[in-house]
């Protein structure tokens, strides 16, 4: 870790640790998770009692930011107000970004009794889930392969955008899953999905020439590479599995299957 950095913790701990509505603070973020740049903010979870929650969520006082604390140029601490309750219902139905949220997470202090077995659960891969979001996403995956080809055809460049940039994400989701590690979200998308230990050779190079060029070949490339790499069981069509997901699910609710 930079000094700058643990320098502006140390002054993160000394200022949230006088607030009394405060119960824990947590390092989350690129420092927690070793992708930090000299230049990296600070990234905090702030947590309070349920019922200090809801008071800020009535009057929009969520998040906080400070670049006081930070003696870096450019420096600021970013932070997010949880409630307390808040842990226990992503451990309970959590998505993978949410999860990944407090993977690696630090915490600084803390008066809420349990916390580190909270956490633990909350980072925890969800396998209960694994078969059923390998068919999903492998349903995504085939289904924006089809796209692609439909946007070729034509000549749609809109659509050809969408199709390739969701084949990657379908792609790196399945070999996520595979490996039973979180999804963070698409900013350390591509980071974590290097650290899979069984993926296909030369997976990001090949994700990284269909998002700069969606060819014909780059396509076929990518296809044939997620395709081959194992059996990907599907209890229903594919066809069928996408129109549940992306056209039905607007009827009892349920998040976009990408943000699980």
Known sequence: MYAHHQDAIQ??????????????LILGGSIAHGFATAASDVDVMILVSDRD??????????????PTLC?????????????EGFLQKIAAAGSEPARFAFQDAQVLFSGIAGLATVLGEIVRYPLADKAARLQRFYAQFEV?????????KLRNRYLLGVAANKMVLFAGRLILAHNELLYPYHKWFLAVLERAADKPRDLLAQLAALTTDPSPEHIRSLYETIVQFRPWECTIPWTTQFMLDSELNWLDGRSPVEDV
């Open 11 to 24: 002054r993160s701990i000394q200022h949230f640790s006088n607030d009394s509505e405060v119960l824990a």
């Open 144 to 152: 924006w392969h089809w796209y692609a080809h439909e946007a070729l």
């Open 71 to 83: 003696a870096y140029e450019g420096g600021y601490v970013d932070g997010k107000y949880l409630g």
């Open 53 to 66: 929650y809801e008071a800020r969520l009535r009057d929009g006082r969520l998040q906080y930011y400070d």
